[in-house]
């Protein structure tokens, strides 16, 4: 073969190999060749605005940086991050903290919420998370006993808690003896100033506020007719789905141990 010849064939090939690869890269470039499809991300968390009385520590309270903490936030918490959703906590009076469910400006009240019956006929609950007792505050001088001693006293309650509502089937619904707070501590403060006699309210505020209160010179006292109660996280009436999550997300933390360790960073190890 001639070298002539030889060049003219090694042209041509060329030319076929540069042919060949402008297919391949055309092909690769068309728009009706597949794609891969990128990875879909992880659904986003869904964020539920909280309703929170920061006024019951220590449960719910407010820090020196105006966050709301305390053992229900903790636990709320615990429970979002197990069954994947987020939270921003609001301080949210008492009195109407129930409505903000109804109109919509809330998704959960967190706030040491007792479960009842008439409760649960206008709003949802979580399975509970606490269980609390009434418990009697008085002075240390005082010779309150029981329930009963407390009919002759100005006691002191938070309006619209059970507690409120123990008083008012032992002293009468319009008694004046009823002084009513916008808080448990204020009563509690009411009482170390000597402006009422007692002071009922749900045990781990009482028990918190003495412990940390010691020249109030106050004690507690038990009834064995406080039946137990329970807390749980309220929802609008009809919203399983966040009742469904938190319950996913209570159920993890207590199999774990997460709400054993929270349960002793604010009241001890459980007996």
Not at 25 to 50: I, L, R
Not at 64 to 88: C, H, M, P, Q, R
Not at 246 to 263: A, F, H, P, Q
């Amino acid at each position: 073969m001639n070298s002539t010849r030889r060049t003219l064939m090694s042209v041509f090939a060329a030319s076929l190999l540069l042919a060949a690869c402008g297919k391949k890269d055309e092909a690769a470039q068309s728009p009706s060749s597949p794609t891969p499809s990128p990875t879909p991300a992880a659904s986003a968390a869904k964020t539920y605005k909280v309703a929170t009385d920061a006024a019951y520590a220590p449960f719910e309270s407010l820090s020196e940086d105006k966050k709301v903490v305390g053992f229900t936030v903790d636990v709320l918490t615990a429970i979002s991050e197990k069954a994947n959703f987020k939270l921003e906590f609001i301080n949210t009076p008492w009195e109407g903290i129930f409505a903000t469910l109804d109109t919509g400006d809330r998704d959960i009240v967190a706030s040491s919420v007792t479960i009842t019956d008439a409760r649960k006929a206008t709003m949802d609950f979580s399975e509970p998370y606490f269980e609390a007792k009434q418990l009697i505050a008085v002075p240390e001088a005082s010779k309150v006993a029981k329930a009963d001693d407390l009919k002759d006293k100005k006691v002191g309650v938070q309006t619209g808690t059970t507690g409120d509502e123990v008083v008012q089937k032992l002293l009468g619904k319009t008694s004046q003896a009823i002084k009513r707070f916008e808080s448990t501590p204020l009563a509690l403060k009411e009482l170390q100033n000597g402006g009422i006699d007692a002071v009922v309210a749900d045990n781990g505020v009482v028990i918190h506020f003495v412990a940390n209160n010691p020249d109030a010179k106050l004690k507690t006292v038990e009834d064995a007719g406080f039946a137990p109660e329970y807390y749980g996280f309220a929802v609008k009436k009809g919203n399983l789905e966040v009742v469904a999550k938190i319950n996913e997300g209570l159920k993890k933390i207590k199999e774990d141990g997460s709400y054993d360790k929270i349960y002793a960073k604010y009241f001890g190890a459980k007996k």
